[in-house]
């Protein structure tokens, strides 16, 4: 199976600052998900944008989509403490695909 | 409340003793998934069910069965555990593939 790719593998920002983390695949794909895991808990769903559209927005979470370029990008803006957590991508289609490795944000109050 | 029950939580085992680990969701969801979280090497998918009696083998399915004989449980079998199976395990199920999956909490298996 494929998997989506995260980058980077870590990122260190302070509270009140954006953050921005990326996805790239090298299937075609239905949609794109997005999770979220604080450390040794399940993943949590945070958004799903489809193959047809380009941007998607839900509270402070920003996520759009590139299928030319096969890329994805979330950002999340004004960042709290609380949203210390790894972030996954996963490339949705037909084809059997996974979780990366995902990006550890650490917002440091 | 829509969840994704996984028993046990912790596990302590030793080599060769077969172990199950249930999963059961409460959201009429087609699709089941296993997976194993190791450091450094992310989340990686052990089987998953398409539906009922429908399952298929992920990335890393060697040294586990699994099987779906009702739509709401999709258990984990270890038939005979060794140290490298130790992990942390998540289900996850979603109404059908690819959408959006739910995950449960997690079991921290560890096989001495």
């Known amino acids: 199976s494929q998997q989506g790719e995260e980058d980077p593998q870590a990122l260190s920002i302070q509270e009140g600052e954006n953050a921005t983390m990326n996805c790239s695949y090298k299937?075609?794909?239905?949609?794109l998900q997005w999770y979220r895991q604080n450390s040794g808990r399940g993943l949590v769903h945070l958004i799903l944008i489809r193959s047809n559209e380009r941007e998607k927005h839900s509270g402070r979470l920003r996520v759009t989509l590139d299928t030319s370029k096969k890329s994805s990008s979330l950002l999340i803006t004004a960042s709290r403490a609380a949203d210390t957590a790894s972030y996954f991508c996963r490339p949705g289609s037909n084809y059997k695909l996974t979780f990366g490795k995902g990006t550890l944000l650490t917002v440091n109050p | 409340e829509a969840q994704v029950t996984q028993n046990p939580r912790y596990l302590i085992t030793v080599t060769g003793k077969k172990l199950t680990v249930t999963c059961s969701q409460n959201?009429?969801?087609?699709?089941m998934s296993w997976y194993r979280q190791d450091p450094g090497l992310g989340l990686r998918q052990i089987y998953y069910?398409?539906?009922?009696?429908?399952?298929d083998k992920g990335d890393v399915p060697e040294g586990y069965k699994v099987s779906r004989k009702e739509k709401r449980n999709f258990p984990l079998i270890l038939e005979s555990p060794s140290p490298n199976q130790t992990s942390l395990y998540f289900c996850?199920?979603?109404?059908?593939?690819?959408?959006?999956?739910?995950f449960g909490p997690g079991t921290r298996l560890t096989v001495t």
């Open positions: 069910s398409m539906n009922v009696e429908v399952t």
């Open positions: 996850a199920s979603s109404l059908r593939d690819p959408y959006e999956q739910y």
């Open positions: 299937t075609s794909i239905n949609n």
């Open positions: 959201m009429n969801h087609e699709y």
